[in-house]
């Protein structure tokens, strides 16, 4: 006997409904898995263009002694805003760590960009942890794990002050009783309670004691190259040696002044 046409009707209807959810459940689990490709791409995937530091191959213009830095600020403690000391543009990468019990942690400004990758996609998804200026957290030394800030930079670069202030130190940089540089005390302007120790720099030979200086305008030095003398962990995170600018800040008390 042959169905009716009523009962073909309704097969026919039965299966456009079964056929129907079957197209459903393809497009949900594709948008899902959609998700879970955006969510472990955006993990994953590297911290993109910054504007501190890009760490491009150099061009022809950049074998060129580049120009004073454009006032940037990478750091903060209080009053006090940290200006990049070497041209934005030749900052290989920017890192913190510990410098001791006595020194003074600094709040980075921009974003970490070791995070972790629950950090990386919570940011990703809900927002913060944003800026133009990344810089890692490259753990070790005892103290505010903030308390160094290092600027890197290639050798020979031009240093520059972060900040207003008058020059209250100058003595050489001695590490495994061998002089590397010098060391600078600068009392910043704007925070008169601390003292700026810049290291891993040759002092400029016009430099001394009582010094007035600008940030980002009047240059204290070069970097020095201590590759060679110990282990540098921003390296890790750069394309060359990875030589850096070294800032701590300490309590006015607390630094030997000379």
Do not use: C, W
Not at 17 to 43: D, Y
Not at 122 to 148: D, E, K, N
């Amino acid at each position: 006997m042959q169905p009716s046409p009523a009962y073909r009707r309704q097969s026919r209807r039965a299966a456009a409904r079964r056929a129907r959810h079957a197209r459903r459940r393809a497009l949900l689990a594709a948008v899902g898995v959609g998700i879970l490709v955006i969510l472990a791409v955006a993990a994953f995937r590297p911290t993109g263009h910054r504007a501190v530091g890009d760490a491009s191959p150099a061009s022809a213009t950049r074998l060129l002694p580049p120009p004073p830095p454009t006032g940037v600020t990478i750091a903060v403690y209080g009053r006090l805003h940290v200006a990049s000391p070497v041209n934005e543009h030749v900052v290989t990468a920017i890192g913190y760590h510990g410098a001791g019990d006595d020194a003074i942690a600094f709040d980075p400004v921009g974003r970490q960009a070791n995070a972790g990758v629950a950090t990386r996609v919570f940011h990703r998804i809900f927002g913060g942890g944003s800026g133009g200026v990344a810089y890692y957290q490259l753990g070790g030394g005892q103290g505010p794990s903030t308390g160094a800030l290092d600027v890197g930079a290639p050798s020979g670069t031009d240093v520059y002050a972060p900040a207003d202030g008058t020059v209250v130190g100058l003595r050489d940089y001695v590490l495994n009783g061998r002089k590397y540089g010098s060391e600078i005390d600068i009392q910043p302007a704007d925070e008169p309670s601390v003292v700026m120790s810049i290291s891993h720099i040759q002092a400029d030979p016009a430099l001394t004691v009582g010094s007035q200086i600008s940030a980002s305008t009047s240059r204290i030095g070069s970097v020095v190259d201590l590759s060679g003398a110990e282990h540098l962990a921003l390296a890790r995170y750069t394309r060359d040696a990875g030589n850096y600018v070294e800032i701590v800040l300490h309590s006015a008390g607390t630094v030997p002044l000379r």
